[in-house]
C-alpha cells in the first residue's frame, strides 16, 4: 500500500432477502424493489456527505472522510430497512485505499467486506480501527463483540456490534466465562482445536478465533461458484475451542456427519466434531451437490 494512500471510514452495505423475494413477487417486481432499495442506500451517503464507490450486485461500497458521518449513514441503513422481505447489513473500517479503474482495493476494503459478510440482516459490525476515530458520546450504540483473527492477519481485531436502542447483538462471537476463568488461560485451553474444509482441490484451515465463509460471492474463503448458493452462505470458526457452522442463507446447508446422520440448518448454527460434509442447499447425494468435506482436529491432529 502506498505511503500516500488516503485514509477513509469504509462502509459496505448488504442487502439480504432478494432470492424469497423473487420468488414472491416475480422478477421484475424484485428487481424493482432491489433497485429502490439500492437507490435508497445511494442517498443515504449522500446525505451524510460520502462519496459513492460502486456497487456489485446488491451491495453498496462507499467512504467518508469522518467516521461519525459513516457511523450515521450505517445506522439509518439497518435500522430503517425497506418493507418487505429485504434488510440490510454492513460493515464498517477505517484505512488506507487506493482508488483505481471507478474502485477502490486494499486490505482495508477487503476487511470491511469481511465485517459485512459476519454481520446479520439488520446488524453492522465495525473494527475498532473505525470506533478509535468516534467521540465517546456515540460509543453507546456499540457494544464489544470480541477480539477476532481474520484469515490472512496475524493480528486480532477487537469487532464492535451496532445496536438498536432496545436490541442485544444479534452476531453471537463471545461466550460467558466461569469464575477463575481467564482470557488467557481459554486461549491456551482452546489452542490446539482446528478445523479443515477440502473442496475442489484446495483445503482452507480455520484455528481458534478464527474463521472461514463460504458462498458464492469471491471473497469467500470457499467460493462455490452455483446459483443455488448464497453470496455469502454459511461460515465455520473456531471459538473457544469448538466448531461452529452457521448457515446465513435462505436455502439451508445441509450436514451429513461421519456416522452417516445427515440434518439441514436454516438460519442456524450447530457445532462440528470429528469429520463430515457440508452441503450448500442441496442434499450431499444430489448429482448437482458441491460437497466440501470437513475435518475437526485437536492438539497433534487427533480427531475430538
Known amino acids: 500500500m502506498s505511503p500516500n494512500a488516503p485514509e477513509v471510514a469504509l462502509l459496505l452495505a448488504d442487502i439480504t432477502g432478494s432470492t424469497p423475494l423473487y420468488e414472491q413477487v416475480g422478477d421484475a417486481a424484485a428487481l424493482g424493489q432491489i433497485a429502490d432499495c439500492l437507490d435508497w442506500l445511494r442517498s443515504i451517503v449522500a446525505e451524510e456527505g460520502g462519496t459513492f464507490i460502486r456497487s456489485k450486485g446488491d451491495d453498496v461500497l462507499c467512504c467518508f472522510a469522518d467516521a461519525s458521518a459513516a457511523l450515521k449513514a450505517v445506522r439509518q441503513m439497518v435500522s430503517r430497512p425497506p418493507t418487505g422481505p429485504l434488510a440490510v447489513h454492513a460493515g464498517v473500517h477505517f484505512g488506507p485505499i487506493i482508488h483505481a479503474h471507478g474502485d477502490a482495493f486494499g486490505d482495508a476494503v477487503n476487511l470491511t467486506a469481511r465485517l459485512a459478510a459476519m454481520a446479520k440482516p439488520g446488524e453492522a459490525l465495525l473494527s475498532r480501527k473505525l470506533v478509535d476515530r468516534l467521540p465517546k458520546t456515540e460509543s453507546r450504540f456499540l457494544r464489544l463483540l470480541d477480539s477476532i483473527t481474520f484469515k490472512g492477519k496475524n493480528a486480532e481485531i477487537d469487532v464492535y456490534s451496532l445496536l438498536e436502542d432496545d436490541a442485544a447483538p444479534r452476531t453471537e462471537i463471545t461466550a460467558s466465562r466461569g469464575p477463575g476463568h481467564t482470557r488467557t488461560r481459554q486461549r491456551q485451553a482452546a489452542a490446539g482445536v482446528t478445523v479443515t474444509l477440502h473442496y475442489a482441490g484446495r483445503s482452507e484451515h480455520c484455528g481458534e478465533r478464527a ?89 497433534g491432529g487427533e480427531t475430538p
Open 211 to 299: 474463521s472461514l465463509s463460504i458462498g458464492r460471492s469471491p471473497d469467500c474463503d470457499v467460493v462455490i461458484g452455483r446459483a443455488w448458493v448464497s453470496r455469502t452462505h454459511a461460515a465455520v470458526s473456531v471459538r473457544r475451542g469448538k466448531v461452529q457452522l452457521e448457515d446465513r442463507s435462505s436455502s439451508g446447508t445441509y450436514v451429513s456427519v461421519g456416522d452417516g446422520y445427515e440434518f439441514l440448518l436454516r438460519r442456524e448454527t450447530v457445532l462440528l466434531t470429528g469429520s463430515g460434509v457440508i452441503s450448500p442447499a442441496l442434499r450431499p447425494t444430489d448429482a448437482r451437490a458441491e460437497v466440501i468435506r470437513y475435518e475437526v482436529a485437536r492438539g
